[in-house]
């Protein structure tokens, strides 16, 4: 009989709600499936998008055991010949592996030049696919491509491919095509000894793949042959090439999980407060219910599954549309959303069918939780008392909220300082949750109080307002809370928005003072500039200085992802004059030479200022003393900068590939542009901007980066205050026979909306400046905790003051609105049957 | 003081075009210190009646004439001000607001004609003894019996002197010994105050402590003939 009944009860009532509001059920739906649907899809994306890399990068290492790299610019060959007599070494193959620089094109191609018959053994699935064709390779410009690249390049089967070297361009011949399925991403194939021929490397590789004896403990092998490597040459498990691309992007897509989960929090919270509510507004006739002889846990159940449907709905259309979202994403982006650490061409839709049972469920049971509270208030509440009207028992409920709502923004406060866990905040978003919660409880004391000191005006009107809030106060508490979350969400991601965007905006202005830049194509290893080339440039007419920088990747610890170094000033002092530095000490007297650290190598690797950083540089460990930190908005991995000074005397090499330009006054940056271009062999593939246009695209790309999330909250907040808008609706509707007996006692219509008008305008203005206050402290946590910890920079606390102003100043509006249009509804129906309880 | 305080003329009333009107040719006259009750079976249109008479709804032919001002001839603003200052209700199902105090809600017509301290404090609280309730001044309607909500009614319709208390069923939800100390006080009041009353009621009994009954028919209003 029990759960018969609770099921009658439950579809009575549901169908109930359905038929009287149909718009906030719709709303609390589509907030769920939107909570969903974020989370799922950007699981999906990535998934796919890691799982495409994953698979690729296993191709490129084969069957090895190890793989042996060096910096970008290699180590003698030798060292391949001492290994091939390493006993248990079973196989071996050296490879030449660059990113190499296309004439008339600003991006890179990777290149292997590897032994063909070699590779075969370890990397059959590649080199199977060249068969036969394996004997042209040999032909001193024969490449092979990848269908990505030939796709990506336009390049059919015998056409030439340009590339630079230094800057000079060479000609390379396309002898064939692999097929789509045996390497998905973009890759040339060159035979090693032309590889070197053409890219200037004779005698040098900086990749061995090795395949060890069965029955050998690769580990022990691996660490042991490590400390015999020259220093800068790495032994590498295979597996640490994979998840180093993975480490790259995972405070990003940790980040994009979290938005889902906060959509999730306000689906949740959404549901508990039109479940709350519509119980609050429903306790007379369930009351009545209680009274007819139905059991407090039939309908604690019935209640429940109210919520339930809500999510399982909310849910099944979230799990539909994250499907839908995932698979146009990957279709019509690249599958990295926006980032481009991880381009990753051709990912296709994996379906995962567990995780999206998972996701449904979660969906579900955050309905659950948000149905749970008012559901078990509501069969706890005495019939007599909740026949009678009045807020009675959820007021006292209110009132105990406040010792776990302090509580938890106690637990939240001390949850900001701690470390993160494995590269990632999770200990900050643990604490905005717990701010966030902690707050919402703490709203029915809050507005107690508030209203406690509001005075009597004697304007009827306000004073009849603030009595009826002063005593629903669970209500309005209720109705406020899910403006309130939404709203401090926003503010503070404005905040750390804008924080983000003034700092980025300084430090680009810092970083380029001259009129003009230019560099070659970002990441590459073949073009540079060379003494000759930089002295030329220098004394083109129109430029009045010219100053040149060496970029380069340097591998660090073989766990994590190259860091880059970058030689700039000539001198020391210039160095640091150039550089937006946050700490530094004076050197001068120091006889090593100094670095500069990014903030990441502080945070991620540990040094300190006063440290010695050993680089390897040209096949020896160089000692720097570390004499500053700067801010490295664009490396995300970690940089150092040492004077061009230090570089060349460890290096010999005073090739560049960047550098800074000042004009003379009146000088055309066009016409310098062309004559630059004109200058050296390869000028076309030269990037050449102006630090205006370079500043303005910067902060364009920061922009878009950011719109998603812009688009996000402003979605988060309109649920915010649909939710409020149905409280307001329904809670006007209830109250139509007190507005009837008003108008009968002599209230005008007017005055009766002008105190609904006034009941929005204090409610929604506590909710705002409420949410103000809270959205600040959110707001210091993720620029001071999660942005620190996530991406391992720091950005200065700003206040976008104008922006949040207006923005508070249109919720109060809308609220306003909002009542006065739920007062007319509710007065439409005239005051004559409002009254009419009496027949 | 206008006399008659109420004149109605020719009054009918109905809801909707395909249906038969509620009634036809009302014709009322009310004298101030009068005290009317108007009785009638369910549904025959009392309350659409009452409703006509305060300006609440408007008749499909004649007039209202209250304090010598034709109703049909303001607009709904000037009719609630009007009511405002001439007209007390009693309802069957109280109405007080829950959210204000005892004395808050007496208060509340003084507060709409903006009758400022020390006056308002002075008349509600002659008021709320007078209907015997000065000592639940600041509790709140539901910690109240049923008889002590209707006495704070009573004490509402009345706070402001106005010249017509209108009383729809006001016993309807009361036991019989607190509707009768209910119906004495509504009459005391009503009689204290020199204004006029209409009581409406389907109750014989109820009907009897008022001065004159009247019963409500289709055809409109006729006096009760003595039983
Ligand atoms: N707003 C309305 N719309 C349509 N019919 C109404 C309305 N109000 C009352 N009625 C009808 O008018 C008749 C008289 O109602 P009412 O005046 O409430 O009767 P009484 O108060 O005498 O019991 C009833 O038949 C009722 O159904
Ligand atoms: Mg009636």
Redesign the interface.
């Known amino acids: 009989m029990s759960r018969t009944g609770s099921y009658g009860i439950w579809r009575i009532l549901l169908l109930a709600q359905l038929r009287e509001q149909p718009g906030r059920f719709l709303v609390t739906v589509l907030a769920l499936a939107l909570g969903v649907a974020l989370g799922s899809s950007v699981y999906l994306v990535n998934t796919s998008a890691l799982n495409e890399f994953g698979l690729a990068t296993k191709r490129l290492v084969g069957e090895a055991d190890i793989v042996v790299r060096g910096p970008r610019d290699g180590f003698p060959e030798q060292l391949f010949v001492d290994l091939a007599h390493t006993p248990s070494v079973s196989a071996l193959s050296p490879v030449l592996e660059l990113e190499v620089a296309l004439s008339d094109r600003k991006e890179t191609l990777k290149v292997l030049g590897l032994d063909p018959f070699r590779a075969a053994v370890l990397q059959p699935a590649i080199m199977g696919d060249i068969g036969e064709a394996m004997f042209q390779l040999f032909d001193t410009d024969a490449i092979y491509l990848s269908s990505a690249a030939a796709q990506e390049l336009k390049l059919k089967r015998g056409e030439q491919l340009r590339v630079t070297v230094g800057s000079t361009s060479k000609a390379l011949r396309v002898i064939g095509i692999l097929s789509q399925n045996t390497y998905s991403q973009s890759l040339g194939l060159m035979d090693i000894a032309s590889a070197q021929w053409i890219f200037n490397a004779l005698g040098r590789v900086n990749r061995i793949d090795m395949r060890l004896s069965p029955g050998t403990d690769v580990n022990s092998f691996r660490r042991d042959l490590g400390t015999k490597l020259p220093p800068g040459v790495l032994a590498l498990a295979p597996q640490v090439e994979r998840d180093r691309a993975v480490t790259v992007t995972k405070a990003y897509r940790v980040n994009l999980n979290m938005l889902a989960l906060v959509a999730l929090f306000t689906g949740a919270f959404l549901v508990f407060s039109t479940q709350s509510l519509s119980v609050l507004r429903r306790r007379r006739s369930l009351a009545l219910l209680r009274a007819l002889g139905v059991t407090r846990s039939q309908l604690r159940n019935a209640l429940l599954g109210e919520g339930l449907a809500l999510g399982v709905l909310g849910s099944l259309l979230g799990v539909v549309l994250g499907m839908i979202i995932a698979a146009a994403v990957l279709k019509f982006l690249t599958a990295d959303l926006g980032n481009g650490q991880l381009r990753a061409a051709g990912a296709s839709l994996r379906s995962a069918p567990l995780q999206t049972v998972a996701f449904f469920a979660i969906g579900v049971a955050v309905a659950g939780i948000g149905a749970w509270v008012p559901a078990r208030n509501a069969a706890r509440q005495p019939p007599a008392r909740a026949l009678k009207g009045g807020d009675g028992d959820f007021k006292a409920a209110a009132r105990t909220g406040w010792r776990s709502g302090l509580a938890m923004l106690v637990l939240g406060s001390a949850l900001a300082w701690l470390p993160p866990v494995g590269g990632l905040p999770l200990f900050g978003y643990a604490a905005i949750a717990a701010l966030l919660l902690g707050a919402v409880l703490l709203v029915p004391t809050v507005t107690i109080q508030g209203l406690r000191l509001a005075p009597r005006t004697h304007r009827i009107v306000l004073d009849t307002a603030v009595s009826q809030l002063r005593e629903n106060v669970s209500l309005s508490a209720l109705s406020l809370a899910s403006i309130i979350v939404s709203f401090s969400l926003m503010v503070a991601m404005a905040i750390m928005i804008h924080s983000f965007r003034i700092s980025f905006d300084h430090w680009l202005g810092k970083l380029l003072p001259a009129d003009m830049l230019l560099r070659e194509p970002p990441g590459n290893d073949t073009a540079f500039l060379s003494k000759d080339d930089q002295a030329k440039l220098g004394t083109v007419t129109g430029i009045a200085r010219a100053e040149f920088r060496r970029t380069l990747q340097v591998l660090l610890d073989p766990t994590r992802a190259p860091i880059t170094l970058i030689a700039r000033g000539m001198s020391e002092a210039d160095t640091a004059a150039e550089l937006p530095l946050i700490r530094s000490v004076s050197a001068k007297e120091s006889p090593t030479p100094t670095a500069f650290i990014s903030e990441a190598l502080q945070d991620v690797y540990g040094y300190k200022i006063g440290d010695v950083l050993q680089i390897p540089l040209g096949g020896r460990n160089r000692a720097f003393l570390i004499a500053g930190v700067w801010r490295d908005y664009a490396r995300l991995s970690g940089s150092v900068v040492v004077s061009r000074h230090a570089y060349t005397a460890a290096t010999g090499d005073d090739s560049a590939n960047e550098g800074s330009l000042w004009l003379n006054t009146g000088t055309d940056s066009d016409t310098v542009a062309r004559m630059l271009r004109q200058t050296v062999g390869n000028g076309d593939a030269l990037e050449i901007t102006t630090s205006t246009a370079l500043h303005e695209r910067s902060l364009q790309i920061f922009d878009r980066a950011f719109a998603i999330t812009y688009a996000l909250e402003i979605i988060a907040v309109i649920i915010g205050l649909t939710g409020v808008s149905f409280a307001a609706s329904s809670t006007a509707l209830a109250r139509r026979a007190e507005f009837g007996m008003l108008r009968h006692i002599g209230m005008l219509r007017r005055q009766i909306i002008g105190m609904l008008a006034d009941e929005g305008v204090l409610t929604s203005t506590f909710g705002v400046v409420y949410g103000l206050g809270l959205g600040a402290a959110l707001s210091l946590v993720l620029v001071y905790v999660i942005n620190r910890q996530s991406f391992n920079w720091s950005i200065d606390f700003a206040v976008p003051v104008l922006p949040l102003v207006l923005l508070s100043v249109v919720l109060i509006g809308a609220a306003a609105v909002t009542a006065i249009w739920s007062g007319r509804a509710a007065l439409s129906q005239d005051a004559v049957r409002a009254v009419r309880e009496d027949w | 003081m206008i006399d008659p305080i109420l004149q109605l003329e020719g009054l009918s009333k109905r809801y909707s075009k395909d249906r038969p009107a509620i009634f036809e040719d009302v014709d009322l006259t009310l004298r101030s210190g009068e005290y009317l009750a108007i009785m009638g079976e369910?549904g025959v249109g009392k309350?659409t009646l009452l409703?006509l008479l305060?300006g609440?709804?408007t008749p499909d032919t004649g007039r209202v004439v209250l304090e010598g001002v034709d109703l049909t001839t303001l607009d709904?603003?000037a009719t609630?001000?009007l009511?405002?200052?001439t007209?007390?209700?009693v309802?069957?199902?109280f109405?007080?607001?829950?959210?204000?105090s005892v004395e808050?809600n007496v208060a509340?017509?003084l507060?709409?004609l903006g009758v400022?301290?020390p006056e308002r404090g002075r008349r509600t609280q002659e008021m709320l003894t007078a209907v015997g309730i000065e000592a639940l001044s600041q509790r709140?309607t539901?910690e109240l019996s049923g008889g002590e909500v209707q006495r704070v009614a009573i004490a509402?319709a009345l706070v402001h002197r106005p010249r017509l208390v209108l009383a729809?069923?006001p016993t309807?939800?009361l036991d019989a010994r607190s509707a009768a100390q209910t119906l004495t006080l509504l009459r005391a009041q009503i009689k204290a105050n020199a204004g006029a009353g209409i009581l409406i009621t389907h109750s014989r009994a109820a009907a009897d402590t008022a001065d004159r009954i009247v019963v409500l028919e289709a055809r409109g209003l006729k006096a009760l003939e003595a039983a």
């Open positions: 369910s309350s409703n305060a609440l709804d709904d603003d609630t001000r009511r405002r200052r007209v007390g209700f309802f069957q199902a109405h007080v607001l829950p959210y204000l808050q509340l017509p507060d709409l400022a301290e709140h539901r509402r729809d069923e309807g939800n």
